[in-house]
């Protein structure tokens, strides 16, 4: 079945510094890609999102690009901030109504 | 625009005392319902959903259930809480082929 596999964190990284976290899937069709945050006791957000390979989404400063050829979609940020402390979810979504969720990826950024 | 509505927003409940859960959707017609669950430290799971009336799908067997009354509410029950349904719940909202909007959250102690 479909899957996503995120890296393992917590990741923690000084103000300023270059984030990327890993996401790869599994699929047998042309999924949609996202990427949900979700800051200290709240609910997840929609961060950013891409619906067909070579799509690039991107918002708040971060990225991420859907490569079908290594079947990838990692989330990147030139220079990250305290604020963007939280814990981050990599998801795809088939053709139906159902999102495949990774396990998360706790992010700590210190001053 | 549609919002989605969850509440509580916090919940201490003793062992063996009933649950409801509500979640309203606004805006946005037939929508496809969800509840998830948030253990701490863990991803997401998805307990029930639904895309219509009085329609449940659930994913895994367990202590709770779930009920759609109306096009845009969706309610979580349980009629004997455990201490193993300590976490943080969210329902969320989409429709085909859009990104899921989630609620605020309900973080739910049973002690």
């Known amino acids: 079945g479909d899957s996503v596999t995120q890296m393992e964190g917590p990741v923690t990284l000084s103000e300023e510094a270059f984030l990327t976290i890993n996401c790869t899937y599994t699929a047998t069709g042309y999924p949609s890609l996202f990427w949900y945050v979700q800051y200290p006791g709240e609910g997840l957000q929609l961060l950013l999102k891409a619906t067909k390979a070579d799509d690039k989404g991107s918002n708040k400063g971060f990225e991420a690009t859907y490569r079908k050829e290594t079947t990838s979609f990692h989330l990147e940020k030139g220079s990250v901030q305290v604020s963007d402390s939280a814990v981050y979810f990599c998801?795809?979504?088939?053709?139906?109504?159902?999102?495949?969720w990774g396990a998360g990826t706790k992010l700590i950024i210190k001053p | 625009s549609q919002t989605i509505h969850q509440w509580p927003a916090t919940l201490v409940q003793p062992v063996g005392s009933p649950l409801s859960l509500e979640c309203t959707v606004e805006g946005t017609s037939n929508p496809n319902l969800y509840w998830y669950r948030q253990a701490a430290g863990r991803g997401l799971q998805l307990l029930f959903y639904?895309?219509?009336?009085?329609?449940i799908s659930s994913e895994v067997p367990q202590n709770l259930s779930a009920s759609r009354p109306q096009d845009r509410q969706f309610i979580l029950s349980s009629k004997k809480l455990l201490l193993s349904d300590s976490g943080f719940y969210l329902c969320a909202w989409s429709l085909a082929r859009v990104e899921f909007t989630f609620g605020s959250g309900t973080r739910l102690t049973v002690v």
């Open positions: 639904s895309v219509g009336i009085g329609q």
């Open positions: 998801a795809l979504r088939e053709s139906n109504y159902q999102l495949i």
